[in-house]
């Protein structure tokens, strides 16, 4: 494997009037290519926030982080948008979907905002090939309001795939799905990580957390342990512990 992400130093603080809430607190990791990685912590932890940076949606007060060896600070808006669509693609738990539209529709909203231009037909095989991987190719002209919940997040699942991205983020996404659909998401995410994709976990729930095969706990915006589903303690607060 090789280093996809590294963090150094991440400082995250809101400021509204004379408040000012330090969201994280100086986090030091680094996640390799094809791991799958789970972010937990309590409500406020600041698990949600440090997704956010991680995936390009916000910027670090102070620290550095870099994508595939880039500096996220060097990057042009431009880069940030193509990197967003193109290398990422993101799972979050109210799905996101368009309404009165159909599945097709909406797994085909990423390659429409897709730099490199490609034909409909081509297109279509992507689609296709996305909704194929949640088994869901039987439903490709439904709408969005005619699915279940599990269904609805299986459609975002897809939409997050079709371009074919290095690195997946799920924030919270059984959390709106009873226990079979939340067990049936899991299951793709780790048949997603097994064929390499680098998957990014966010949720406050234990089973869910389990599914993944490292788990990176924070509390209060700090690193508390980082650790190998399993295994012994490998990290505290960004340091390799014997």
């Not at 986090?27 to 940076?53: D, H």
């Not at 998401?185 to 680098?198: A, C, P």
């Amino acid at each position: 494997m090789s280093k996809l992400i590294q963090v150094i130093n991440l400082h995250k603080t809101y400021q509204t009037d004379e408040v000012k809430t330090l969201a994280i607190r100086g986090v030091s990791f680094e996640i390799e290519r094809g791991e799958f990685v789970a972010i937990m912590g309590p409500s406020g932890s600041g698990k949600s926030t440090l997704m956010q940076m991680l995936g390009l949606l916000d910027q670090p007060t102070k620290g550095e982080y870099f994508l595939t060896g880039r500096n996220a600070s060097d990057l042009s808006d431009d880069d940030t948008a193509n990197l967003r669509n193109v290398n990422i693609g993101f799972v979050f738990q109210s799905f996101n979907l368009l309404s009165k539209t159909t599945v097709y529709e909406n797994v085909e909203l990423p390659l429409l905002y897709d730099h490199r231009k490609t034909n409909a037909q081509e297109n279509r095989a992507k689609i296709l090939k996305a909704l194929k991987a949640v088994d869901l190719e039987h439903r490709i002209d439904h709408f969005s309001n005619q699915l279940s919940g599990g269904e609805k997040q299986r459609v975002a699942i897809a939409r997050a795939l079709v371009n074919d991205p290095d690195l997946i983020f799920a924030d919270e996404p059984t959390g709106n799905l009873d226990s079979k659909s939340g067990t049936q998401i899991m299951k793709i995410l780790q048949n997603l990580n097994n064929e390499g994709k680098t998957i990014i976990l966010v949720t406050h729930e234990t089973q869910t957390a389990k599914h993944a095969k490292r788990i990176i706990y924070v509390v209060d915006g700090k690193i508390s342990s980082d650790k190998t589903t399993g295994s012994r303690l490998i990290a505290k607060n960004g340091e390799r512990l014997k």
